[in-house]
């Protein structure tokens, strides 16, 4: 597999990968500045360094780098053959797409996958029954969602997003996605069924900081009525918190600007 499809498969499929790049070689070594290794979970994924013995310290390198979280640079000597040979490496993390994650099976929850599909979002449902009217590359996990976040945690920049609020999973799935490091958390529902949210979290001792976090009734106002303009709404929101908005329209009033 090549390197740089290699790295795009990952970054769809929401894995975190290590890229380790030869910036230069010293001595007779089987390398060349440019070579490259991609790394996921400790295994080499596309790529070589040159030789096995340059991919294991590559491997190093890159497990040096997720456990900092941050990008190594370094010098490696091999001394191993009568003339020591060095390659300076450099390992960096290549983050996935962020995550939408919506939970339910419900027209509004088809609704967002496909708007999401659209706006080039990487789009999991959850539902305790599976679902397959969903539109193409939707990943769909049959689950109940509170277990299902449990075992996989959102992460930092990933949204998360539930549209049944009467479902019984409703108040385990909201505890785990606050306490999480979702950047987005949203529950479909009026401004009564919110309050009612809120007032269970809180009985059950979800602190003020996490409640804080929730986006509920979640959407912009844009008088939605059906699933799709629903979903419409909760994808527009999501986006622009993303990028530090506040959702109002763009508009000029031209009978007031000079021309």
């Known amino acids: 597999m090549e390197v740089f499809d290699a790295l795009a498969q990952a970054r769809a499929r929401g894995q975190r990968v290590?890229?380790?790049t030869v910036l230069g070689v010293e001595g007779q070594a089987p390398s060349r500045p440019g070579a490259?290794?991609?790394?996921?979970d400790g295994e080499p994924v596309a790529g070589t360094l040159g030789c096995a013995e340059f991919d294991t310290a590559g491997l190093a390198l890159a497990a040096e780098a997720v456990n900092a979280g941050e990008p190594i640079r370094r010098r490696e000597v091999f001394d191993s053959h009568a003339e020591p040979r060095a390659l300076e490496l450099f390992a960096e993390i290549n983050e996935p797409e962020p995550a939408l994650l919506v939970l339910g099976g419900t027209p509004v929850a088809r609704a967002v996958c496909e708007i999401a599909r659209v706006a080039g979002r990487r789009v999991t449902l959850v539902a305790a029954g599976g679902e397959v009217a969903v539109p193409p590359h939707v990943e769909v996990k049959a689950d109940d969602p509170g277990r299902y976040l449990l075992a996989a945690p959102p992460g930092p920049g990933d949204a998360v997003?539930?549209?049944d609020h009467d479902a019984g999973w409703v108040d385990e799935a909201l505890r785990v996605a606050?306490?999480?490091e979702a950047q987005f958390v949203g529950m479909l529902?009026?401004?009564r069924h919110a309050p009612e949210a809120v007032r269970r979290l809180r009985a059950s001792g979800v602190p003020d900081e996490h409640l804080r976090r929730l986006h509920a009734p979640v959407g912009l106002d844009i008088g939605s009525r059906s699933p799709g303009e629903i979903a419409l709404?909760?994808?527009a929101q999501i986006v622009a918190v993303e990028r530090g908005r506040d959702g109002r329209a763009l508009s000029i009033d031209w009978s007031t600007q000079p021309t």
């Open 161 to 163: 997003v539930l549209t």
């Open 189 to 191: 529902g009026s401004r």
């Open 178 to 180: 606050l306490a999480s």
């Open 233 to 235: 709404s909760i994808v």
């Open 18 to 20: 290590v890229l380790v």
């Open 36 to 40: 490259k290794l991609v790394v996921h």
